[in-house]
């Protein structure tokens, strides 16, 4: 299957700073890309699609201010967490589609202190 | 809303017992698939389901998708201490392509 990989692996940040995390397709083109979000013991949620050249689309609920998505190209996507609190603190999974499948990065543990 | 519901949301069962995890919604879906995850990783991909009624073997694990489209299932043969993790059902809506996920099914495998 197609790879994705997600750097870093795992941030602690101080709270009211931001945090980038880069989410890269490393063997396909992936003109769409997701990010989800996923608490302990819970499913995913999805965040917002990423499309290259274009601006993201967020879900419901989801403050686009606060994290600022950026599709540059078709291997690479970043989800900044702006002005970070300690309720952001959670497990981020970037997504990366090619035909109708889709393949998820290892994702990045979050720690807001 | 759009919903698929998975379920059992968690299992706990002995070594070669077989089970069956069920999604079910009442969207039509253009494709599902089936995830894996274990703990602090990301899902890992099983399966894709594209055709009503079809039906994929990965050695122990059998996945169906319904003739409508609209529910699929996941059964395990002989369960073994490997098998345990995070199932995770997936599917992709026919009308805005958006891949919803189930709730997912925390399976236990007891040797």
């Known amino acids: 299957g197609a790879v994705v990989s997600q750097h870093p692996s795992w941030v602690i940040c101080k709270s009211g700073t931001s945090v980038k995390i880069e989410c890269r397709s490393l063997?396909?083109?992936?003109?769409?890309m997701f990010w989800y979000r996923q608490f302990p013991k819970q499913s995913l949620m999805l965040m917002a699609t990423?499309?290259?050249?274009?601006?993201?689309?967020?879900e419901q609920g989801v403050e686009k201010d606060k994290f600022l998505i950026n599709h540059a190209s078709l291997t690479l996507s970043t989800l900044t967490v702006t002005s970070a609190h300690p309720e952001d603190s959670s497990f981020y999974i970037c997504?990366?589609?090619?035909?109708?499948?889709?393949?998820f990065g290892p994702g990045t543990r979050l720690t807001v202190t | 809303t759009q919903l698929l519901e998975q379920s059992p949301q968690f299992l706990s069962i002995q070594e070669g017992e077989n089970l069956t995890v069920y999604c079910n919604s009442s969207s039509v879906f253009s494709s599902l698939q089936w995830y894996r995850q274990e703990p602090g990783e990301g899902p890992v991909l099983l399966v894709t389901v594209v055709t009503g009624g079809e039906v994929k073997k990965l050695k122990r694990l059998t996945f169906q998708f319904g003739d409508a489209r609209k529910d699929s299932s996941l059964h395990i043969t002989a369960a073994q201490p490997g098998d345990t993790g995070l199932y995770l059902c997936?599917?992709?809506?026919?009308?805005?392509?958006?891949?919803?996920f189930g709730q997912g099914t925390t399976l236990q495998v007891k040797p």
């Open positions: 063997d396909f083109q992936a003109t769409t």
């Open positions: 997936a599917g992709r809506l026919s009308n805005t392509g958006k891949l919803i």
């Open positions: 997504s990366a589609s090619s035909d109708y499948e889709q393949y």
């Open positions: 990423s499309n290259e050249g274009s601006k993201a689309t967020y």
